[in-house]
């Protein structure tokens, strides 16, 4: 059984990549990735689960459909409800941890197969 610690910025360092979720641990069959934010990432909803974002580095912006935008940084985490439509975006290079379940596709669309994600 694992029982070593996860350094975050070791493994944030290893790629340049922007929405790219790296997988660094699982656990109650949930991934738990870090990325890199820059830029704007299409709306969307998941139908299945809340989406989970802590800012590690930087600034993100979380853009509600009909609703206010949350703009967080490092140590402040939104979870995003259930069938909510969002988008997450960063102007400047963000550093984020996300959790989600084992296999859920990044956009939420339930029609659409689930990219294979890179463990760390």
């Not at 949930?30 to 299409?42: C, I, R």
């Not at 409800?81 to 989600?100: M, W």
């Amino acid at each position: 059984m694992p029982t070593g610690k996860i350094n975050l910025a070791e493994k944030l360092a290893l790629f340049d990549t922007h929405w790219d979720p790296k997988v660094v641990a699982t656990y109650n069959n949930n991934d738990v990735m870090v990325v890199k934010f820059q830029g704007e990432f299409p709306f969307h909803k998941h139908e299945d689960s809340d989406d989970f974002f802590l800012v590690i580095e930087g600034e993100v912006t979380m853009d509600y459909e009909g609703h206010d935008s949350v703009t967080f940084g490092p140590g402040e985490l939104v979870i995003v409800p259930i069938g909510v439509v969002h988008r997450p975006r960063a102007e400047i290079e963000a550093k984020v941890l996300l959790i989600e379940p084992t296999g859920a596709p990044n956009t939420g669309d339930l029609d659409l197969a689930a990219a294979a994600k890179d463990f760390l």
